[in-house]
């Protein structure tokens, strides 16, 4: 397959001829890459939403405690790669379908996952979803809610527990979204965080085997 910029698209022409018949769906290999450099992440998005408040507006979400408190127990296995020459790829790849493949210890490759991902420029970072961790279990809970509509302020506070059940430790991604308003500050934390975008942070605990981390920070709002 090559590929070649045309205007502020890409043009892609396969190396061999391929035939549609009436009314058929054919799927063909775009692109085949062998011992790309991965690292294994573990992310850990506790946030859930009850479906009874799905399509509320910034007052109601503001004025709800119990939105978005409901615990997603499940860790999702990502990898990341640079789409970078280095790493056996190294061309814009487009929109689509990837399907990931490890060698196990028979030399056997097994089918791992599959994701969709978006218009990738080169040496831009890839991330896929690949699954759950099935050693792996996370915990969310809210401890506190104190809403002041006089003052135009909330505090919100939560407990985040992540379980190791594997033989090795882990490092896993901690991901919490500040959803009740744009303006807002971490006034408390068990544990350093980064700000990854307007409304995200990101804790990253390393886990030992059989172990457990806990974090516990509270957000303050204003509007």
């Known amino acids: 397959m090559t590929e070649r910029a045309f ?13 549609v018949l009436d009314r058929e769906i054919k799927q063909v290999e775009f692109l085949r890459a062998s011992n790309v450099p991965a690292e294994r992440i573990y992310v850990y998005d506790g946030f859930k939403v009850d479906p009874r408040y799905r399509g509320w507006d910034y007052y109601n979400i503001r004025n709800q405690p119990e939105y978005g408190t409901l615990s997603n127990p499940k860790v999702w296995v990502m990898l990341e ?9 190294g061309m814009p790849l487009p929109k689509g379908k990837v399907k990931v493949y490890r060698r196990d210890v028979d030399a056997r490759n097994e089918f791992i996952g599959e994701d969709q991902i978006d218009h990738t420029p080169e ?10 961790a099935f050693d792996l279990v996370g915990e969310r809970r809210q401890t506190n809610f104190k809403l002041d509509t006089n003052a135009r302020m909330a505090d919100e506070s939560f407990e985040i527990k992540v379980r190791n059940h594997k033989k090795e430790r882990v490092k896993v991604r901690v991901v919490e979204h500040m959803y009740r308003w744009v303006q807002w500050a971490i006034t408390d934390t068990s544990m350093d965080h980064t700000k990854t975008d307007a409304r995200t942070i990101e804790f990253r605990p390393v886990i030992e085997a059989g172990g457990q981390a806990m974090i516990t920070y509270t957000v ?4």
């Open 7 to 19: 205007e502020e698209y890409h043009l892609y022409t396969l190396e061999r001829p391929t035939s």
């Open 81 to 89: 790669f640079k789409n970078s020459k280095k790493s056996h790829l």
């Open 123 to 132: 040496d831009e970072t890839v991330r896929l979803y690949t699954g759950n």
């Open 220 to 223: 303050h709002y204003t509007w």
